[in-house]
């Protein structure tokens, strides 16, 4: 798919499935084993427009049109001052 990295400019990709975090209006979706092509050098990763659209259609039925899922995740969120305060 890629011939060129964009951010390192090495030629070589490996396909791999990973995890995707969709993020869009502070709403989240995880998807798992989602292809991609991952830069060998820099480890950048790119994912085709067919992999992203229904990942990002799946997203609008969850969060906009009460679609249920089987799993979700409890994610602790702190401000960085938080995290200086507790280190
Ligand atoms: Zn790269």
Known sequence: METLCHFCGN????????????????????VNEVPCEQCDYCGEQYFQAKVLKPIEIEFESIHYRGKKV????????????EVLATA
């Open 70 to 81: 089987a799993r979700e995740l409890r994610i602790p969120v702190e401000q960085f001052q």
């Open 11 to 30: 030629q070589n990709f490996t396909e791999r499935h990973v995890q995707y975090v969709y993020r869009r209006d502070g709403h989240f979706l995880i």
